[in-house]
């Protein structure tokens, strides 16, 4: 028997092991894929080393202190880079802006731009580190079980400094007019799943992150922090079971009994379901005891799903930087496809990640890794055709933009990743990419809650959950869990 079982190894699930490891209980990992990490997967291929999923290491603050919580640094498991320019956005052809690391730098790029914009974004930037400095203190760490929780004077006095009730779209325009400088500070609302003027204006402080903070790189990818965390988990006595998909959580008067694999059965007095939320209260759960009904999963309002595409180049890249967004179509048309009226895009925006600028251990001499993403609406059917028209779209965009010209023979390796591939790997509800968008009403006490009010002890986490979707927020969803387990079911670690 052990204390606690936890379904899914992805960066909640890990963060939740290791938290509650360290305060002795004896924990089990079960995962249903042939390795850890969840949506941060990796995989090699003619030489080439691909991270699956995330790729933008932002709010190096929340991994310094997830490892310090084990008395470790991040160096202890990986070195970070800090990536100049941060990442480079292209607008048009010969007409592209290279973010810089220093805010000076960009301050003058700015102005440069708009007359005044480097006085105005420092007070941007002032407002968007004031939000995270309170946001990551006073917001994301809370469970959000209640809104008694946020019920500090504090917070209440603060409740229209945060900018809970605009959106980035409004609150960008206030301070700016010029559209280029808009695009880049809109852009981070992209990774919140929803389109800047769905977006409370609280989030500007991904700004403070992306800007001030920083992007960084973990030598070796992404991947790296998974490895780091999976290290950790080790040292500190988890178990893992990989290939072990759970098929069942069998529960007695409201309580975790037995949790099922296809031949092997396990028990444990508490369970943390760190799997996609909707796929284990759907399938693996009985309904008397779902917290949620289909219908209400129908109505929340999805971040987008995503057509990935893995290429190993047979040569380099000039003109690309690490990161790379193609801004240079109209966004509003392009949110519409993806939110409004669900369907593949006429003019997609995309994103070129070609770690292999910074990391040689990524690709062979003289090629280049090279990681395409479209966004698309989730649940939509593609198949090879569509995707390889989108696929050929994305090239012709990179070869007029930055005169590569990227033939077939130049390709060594390709895999595409979409919606059905989401679905297949990671039980991921439409075969969403990251979850639920971060719209008011979805954010907070408006989520699916962490703790089932049907099942004593079983309590959610990961990126469905609170806070929402992005590494550091599964991350930290995967804390905020352990505190609750230990908290809420005392009990049962007591028998
Ligand atoms: C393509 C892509 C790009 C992204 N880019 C970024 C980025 O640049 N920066 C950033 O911060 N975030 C990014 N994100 C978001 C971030 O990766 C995710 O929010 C985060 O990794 C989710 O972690 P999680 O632990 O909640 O879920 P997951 O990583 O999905 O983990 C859940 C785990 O549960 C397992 N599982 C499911 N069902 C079962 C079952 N029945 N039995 C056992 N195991 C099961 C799955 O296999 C999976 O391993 C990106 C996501 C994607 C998909």
Redesign the pocket.
């Known amino acids: 028997m052990k204390d606690v079982i936890v379904?899914?190894?992805?960066?909640?699930?890990?963060a939740a092991a290791c938290y509650l490891a360290k305060e002795g209980k004896k924990v089990l990992v079960?995962?249903?894929?042939e390795s850890?990490?969840?949506?941060?997967?990796f995989f090699k291929a003619e030489g080439f080393a691909f991270d699956?999923?995330?790729?933008?290491?932002?709010m190096p603050d929340v991994f310094d202190k997830f490892f310090a919580d084990f008395g470790k640094k991040t160096s202890d498991y990986y070195q970070l880079e800090r990536l100049d320019p941060g990442y480079k956005v292209f607008y048009a052809k010969n007409d592209a802006f290279n973010v810089p690391a220093s805010v000076e730098d960009l301050a003058a790029l700015f102005e440069a731009l708009e007359p005044g914009a480097a006085k105005q974004f420092e007070k941007f930037l002032k407002d968007a580190k004031y939000k995270y400095q309170r946001g990551i203190n006073d917001l994301v760490n809370k469970p959000s079980l209640s809104l008694l929780e946020f019920a500090n004077p504090l917070l209440l006095r603060d409740v229209f400094a945060l900018d809970l009730f605009s959106s980035v779209e409004d609150l960008v325009s206030k301070y700016f007019k010029h559209p280029k400088i808009k695009k880049i500070l809109e852009f981070p609302s992209y990774?919140l799943g929803a389109t800047p003027n769905k977006i409370p204006a609280l989030y500007s402080l991904m700004n403070y992150a992306d800007l001030e903070l920083g992007t960084w790189y973990p030598q070796g990818g992404?991947h790296e922090i998974i490895k780091a965390m999976h290290a950790l988990a080790l040292e500190l006595g988890v178990e893992f079971r990989l290939n072990?998909?759970?098929?069942k959580i069998e529960i007695q008067d409201g309580e975790v009994k037995n949790i099922l694999?296809e031949n092997a059965s396990f028990s444990s007095k508490a369970l943390v379901a760190?799997?996609?939320y909707h796929?284990?209260e759907q399938?693996?759960i009985e309904e008397k005891y779902r917290q949620y009904d289909e219908a209400y999963w129908d109505k929340q309002v999805l971040a987008p799903s995503?057509l990935?595409y893995y290429l190993g180049i047979n040569k380099k890249l000039e003109g690309l930087e690490h990161h790379n967004l193609f801004f240079d179509k109209d966004f509003e048309a392009f949110g519409k496809d993806i939110y409004d009226h669900p369907k593949w895009p006429d003019e997609p925006l995309f994103y070129a990640c070609v770690p292999s600028k910074t990391d040689a251990s990524v690709a062979p001499e003289n090629c280049e890794n090279l990681f395409l993403?479209m966004p698309v609406a989730p649940n939509l059917d593609g198949g090879e055709e569509l995707h390889e028209k989108y696929l050929q779209m994305m090239l012709d965009r990179i070869s007029d933009f930055t005169s590569n010209k990227i033939t077939k023979e130049d390709i060594l390796f390709k895999r595409a990743?979409a919606h059905q591939d989401?679905k297949d790997?990671?039980?991921?509800y439409k075969g969403n990419?990251?979850?639920l968008a971060n719209t008011l009403m979805q954010t907070a006490v408006f989520k699916p809650k962490m703790m089932n009010k049907n099942i004593k002890n079983l309590v959610y986490?990961?990126?469905?959950t609170v806070p929402g979707?992005?590494?550091?927020?599964?991350l930290i969803?995967?804390k905020l869990a352990a505190e609750l387990a230990l908290k809420h079911f005392k009990t049962y670690f007591h028998d």
């Open positions: 379904i899914g190894s992805g960066f909640a699930g890990l079960l995962e249903k894929n850890v990490g969840g949506r941060a997967s699956m999923g995330p790729s933008w290491y932002w990774f992404m072990a998909e759970v098929k694999c760190a799997a996609d796929y284990v399938h693996l995503s990935i993403l990743f989401f790997r990671y039980h991921a990419a990251y979850g986490a990961g990126q469905l979707p992005g590494v550091p927020p599964s969803s995967g």
